[in-house]
Each structure stands twice: as structure tokens, then as C-alpha cells.
């Protein structure tokens, strides 16, 4: 029998709320699976709505042994080489957006990721909390003094519940006809992507590029930016703690992020590779 039980096998994991807590830890028990898991022949990487830079300052990068997807599928990053793959922008005027959120949701903040960078135009306690994760300092910019570069993603921040009618009034703006689109990552947080800047997207591309069949990807997440990358993937995990709709499109629901839920997520892959022998 080949020890090698997970050869030819890449898994995905969302960072925030599947991989690391929210604290930013990883559960121990998260570690030593990922290590065995390599060790057995697979591959692992992430799948995150962070840019490069951000993902290097939340995690050890040498965990990977495969380019990660970031920017919610904008970009596709190889560590190893310090490269991207593939990358992608907005190619529209923001401005229009930025000025209608801050007219309708005077609470809610506003930041832009230029290039590796994350900018915070506008404050709320939310971005307040989310810049230090990202940056060594927090400041505040105005539009006009961003540098000219590529607009990755605009993040609108904010309470729940301002989150909550921001995103039900510019969700309903979506369509294929764009070249942009809305999305929720988090509760506090709604975000202004490129049409192409899809975990699914990118996840089909990650299949084409190495000639690996979808059905031997596998997948974890926990929020709605996870629902096209568990839907694209061929064996899919929703986190103990994700909505129930993320939950009925997954193949597995594992035990909470801080149990240790992509430990789970790898043994329930060993059971089906057991199995096919």
C-alpha cells in the first residue's frame, strides 16, 4: 500500500475563523494534522480575501507547500518564488460607491487595498481594529492622496447591523454584466471586488494551470466569500460556527475553529481516501 494517503490532493482553508481564530491563533491540533498531511503526499495552501502581505504578517507562509489564492480569488501567490501568478484590479472609478456609503451610512468605515497596501479612508471602530492587524500604524488618507496603483478591494466597515442594510441594498446591484461586484466577508465587513475576483473562480483556474482534477481539491471555509470555493471544489467542509447555508453546500461540517475544524477536515479526507482503496 502506498503511505502516501494524500498524493495528488490540494486542500484550501479560509485564515480567519477556519484556520486561525479569531485572535489570530492557530489550534495546535490544526498544526501537526497540516504537517502529517504534507508529510502523507499533500499539498496546502489558503484560500483568503487577504492580500500577500497581509497573509505573510497573519501566518508562518512556509506552512505552504502550494501558491495561495488571496484577494477572495483576485490574485494567485506563489511564496516559494514571491510572485504572483495571476492578479487582478478594479477597473472602474470608485468614487461614485464611496461617496453614496458615506451619504447613506455616515457610521460606516472605508478602506482601499492598493497594490499590497490597505489604506483607511474613512474610520470606524471596526477599521480601526482591522488596519492594526494589517499595518504597523494606523492613519487616515483621503482618496485623492492614494497612491496610483491597482485598486484590489474597497472594504466598507461597520457595526452588524449597519453591515446588514448596506449589504442587502448593494447586493441587489449585482450582475453579470459588471465588472465589478459586491460581496459580505464578515459580519463587519462588505467589500467592492473584481467580477473575477472569485474563491471559485480561482479555485477552477488553480485546476487548469496544474492539470488537477476539481475532484481532488478539497476545500474549507466558514462565511459567504466561501460559498463559490466549497461549491467549486470537489470535497467541501463547512466550520462548526458558519451559517446553515453555508453548512448545506459542504460535503463535511467539522468541529469548531478553535478544536482544531481543518484537523477534522483532513481526517475526514483520510476516511475517503481509506475508503477508495
Known sequence: ????????????????????????????????????????????????????????????????????IIFNGGGIYDYSKDEYIKDSSLDIDVTDFVNEVFEKYPDVGLEVNVDNVLYCVKYSERSGRHILTENDEFKLFKMNDLPKGQYKKVLFTGSKSDIDRLSKEFLSRNSEG?????????????????????????????????????????????????????????CSCAVGEAPDEIKKIADYVSCGCEDGAVADFIDYIERIQIKKR
Open 178 to 234: 459588471n465588472s465589478y461586484y459586491f460581496l459580505r466577508s464578515e459580519p463587519t465587513l462588505f467589500e467592492l471586488l473584481p467580477m473575477g475576483a472569485k474563491k471559485g473562480a480561482a479555485i477552477r483556474e488553480v485546476s487548469q494551470m496544474y492539470h488537477i482534477p476539481l475532484e481532488s481539491i478539497c476545500a474549507i471555509g466558514d462565511y459567504y466569500n466561501d460559498v463559490t470555493m466549497l461549491e467549486a471544489a470537489g
Open 1 to 68: 500500500m502506498n503511505d502516501l494517503i494524500f498524493e495528488n490532493i490540494i486542500l484550501f482553508t479560509d485564515i480567519d475563523g477556519t484556520l486561525c481564530t479569531y485572535d489570530k491563533k492557530i489550534p495546535k491540533r490544526n498544526l501537526e494534522a497540516i504537517q502529517r498531511f504534507k508529510k502523507l503526499g499533500g499539498k496546502f495552501s489558503v484560500c483568503t480575501g487577504r492580500s500577500a502581505l497581509s497573509l505573510r504578517r497573519a501566518v508562518d507562509v512556509s506552512l505552504f507547500n502550494f501558491p495561495a
